[in-house]
């Protein structure tokens, strides 16, 4: 299986509490990765670390066979191969839907107006938000919202998805569509790196689950056997709270 990102000895710290304590793990290429764990047991700082909105305090990001955190590496150039997905959305209010898509790729990719404009279509059309390509963010819904912004990151066409609790901001009736495309992506075979309370979800979608627990990996493994049959006490008591 290829690696498309291998993380080994993570630390991050601020100040002095220590977030993130030698975290090893790797997402496979087409795999389906969820982290789970309670609030404030640093699933958020790692994926940040992972796309370097954050700066790791030690450890290695190792990716295409190269450490990025390494002095000569072009974090630029790494950061545009990773799409990222926010709770709170963080679309453009001022542009609409279908520039939301596509400044990043002209910006970045240096794509033409025409060529972006034809590849946002490809994906808001994935997402099943084609209709809306006029529309500004004021004007749609939390879960559509959430659908351009998905639709945004898929346009710059990334090696993997980070996704950081999508769903944890929007109204209980607008979840089930956000799933539903992110499944579909899944399905698909894109690499994706979910951040999620959704135990559902993690369940059904996961290839693999990540459970964290201050700072630290506990366990990680297929989620038939995380949900069913932790190894660990600390696993246990956590799917006793959230099931
Ligand atoms: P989770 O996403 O699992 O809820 P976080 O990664 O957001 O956890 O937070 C883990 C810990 O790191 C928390 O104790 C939080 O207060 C701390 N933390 C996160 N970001 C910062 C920051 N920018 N500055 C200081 N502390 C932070
Ligand atoms: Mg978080």
């Known amino acids: ?19 993130l304590k030698d975290i090893d793990f790797s997402v496979n290429k087409g795999e389906v990765v969820c982290i789970i764990g309670a609030s404030g ?18 450890g290695e990001i190792i990716y295409n066979g190269e450490n990025i955190l390494d002095d000569k590496h072009d974090i630029y ?26 400044v990043g790729q002209m910006k ?9 404009e034809k590849v946002a279509l490809k994906y808001l059309s994935v997402v099943g938000m084609d209709a809306y390509v006029n529309a ?16 945004r ?7 993997v998805m980070l996704f950081d609790e999508p769903t944890s901001a929007l109204d209980p009736e607008m979840v089930g569509e ?6 579909e992506l899944a399905e698909s075979g894109l690499t994706m790196l979910v951040v999620t309370h959704e135990m559902g979800f993690a369940r059904e979608v996961a290839d693999r689950v990540v459970f964290m627990d201050n700072g630290v990996i506990v366990e990680e493994g297929h989620p038939e056997k995380i949900f069913n049959d932790p190894s660990h006490e600390r696993t246990r008591e956590f799917l006793k709270r959230v099931l």
Do not use: W
């Open 1 to 19: 299986m290829t690696k498309v990102i291998e993380i080994k000895h993570l630390r991050k710290s601020f100040g002095a509490n220590e977030v």
């Open 41 to 58: 047991s640093g699933k958020s700082t790692l994926l940040r670390c992972v796309n370097l909105l954050e700066e790791p305090s030690g």
């Open 77 to 102: 150039m790494y950061r545009t191969r990773l799409g990222m997905v926010f709770q709170q959305f963080n679309l453009f209010n001022n542009h609409n839907v279908l520039a939301n898509c596509t």
């Open 108 to 116: 970045v990719l240096k794509r033409s107006k025409e060529e972006a």
């Open 136 to 151: 500004k963010p004021r004007q749609l819904s939390g879960g559509q919202k959430q659908r351009v912004a998905i639709a």
């Open 153 to 159: 990151a898929l346009s710059m066409e990334p090696d």
């Open 178 to 183: 956000v799933l539903k495309v992110m499944k």
